[in-house]
Structures are given as C-alpha cells and as structure tokens.
Nanobody
Framework: QLQLVESGGGSVQAGGSLRLSCVTS????????AGWFRQAPGKEREGVAL??????FYADSVKGRFTISQDDNKKSLYLQMNNLEPDDTAVYYC?????????????????WGQGTQVTVSS
C-alpha cells in the first residue's frame, strides 16, 4: 500500500505562486503514470498535471502556468503553480498507481493523498 502526503497549499492573491509537494512511502512513477488532480466545491475531480516516465502532460487550463516534476528516486512529486487565478481554487490531490498509459480519469489511479487546500483570491 503506497501512502502519499501532500503539503504546500495555502492562500494567495491572484498572480501569486505556490509549490505543492507529495512525499510517498515508496517508489512510484517510472512506467506508471502519477500526477496531480484538483476538486473545487460542487465540481468533479479533474486532472491538472501528469507525469509518465520523462513525459509530462497538462490540462489546457494550466498550461504555461503549472509545472510538474519529480525527484530522481521517484519518491516525491511536485507541482509548481505560477500566475495563480481564482479559478485555481480547489483541494489538490496527489495521485499514483495509475496505468502505463496516459489517462485523465481519476478512477484509474489507485493511490491518493489526503489533499491540500489552495485558495486564490482576486
């Protein structure tokens, strides 16, 4: 059972930046997809940024503003968020244990962190 712990959320004004971290209890990633999702009140959980091997993928809404990265030992995942907008307000979740292909469906990921709140004010 892989455990994921997120940190780095908080409250910022529009245009600000935050860096989320996800520390895992074991190896993840590599050939298996991992990444970040978010869920705003009243909305479904949506994929934000995913990493599969050395490839990264982003939702259109965050392209050019968010950057996903992972450390060399594949035990930590990060999300650098710049130029934040009020619509980015949500609980952000780290996800791992996905398949070996690109998928944006939350149900395809086996392991989840507890989530960290990001609030962006205008």
């Amino acid at each position: 059972q892989l455990q994921l712990v997120e940190s780095g959320g908080g409250s910022v004004q529009a245009g600000g930046s935050l860096r989320l971290s996800c520390v895992t209890s074991g190896y993840f990633g590599g050939y298996y997809i991992a990444g970040w999702f978010r869920q705003a009140p009243g909305k479904e959980r949506e994929g934000v940024a995913l990493a599969l091997g050395r490839n990264t993928f982003y939702a259109d809404s965050v392209k050019g503003r968010f950057t996903i990265s992972q450390d060399d030992n594949k035990k930590s995942l990060y999300l650098q968020m710049n130029n934040l907008e009020p619509d980015d307000t949500a609980v952000y979740y780290c996800a791992a244990g996905g398949p070996t292909y690109l998928t944006w469906f939350a149900t395809d990921f086996k392991y989840w962190g507890q989530g960290t709140q990001v609030t962006v004010s205008s």
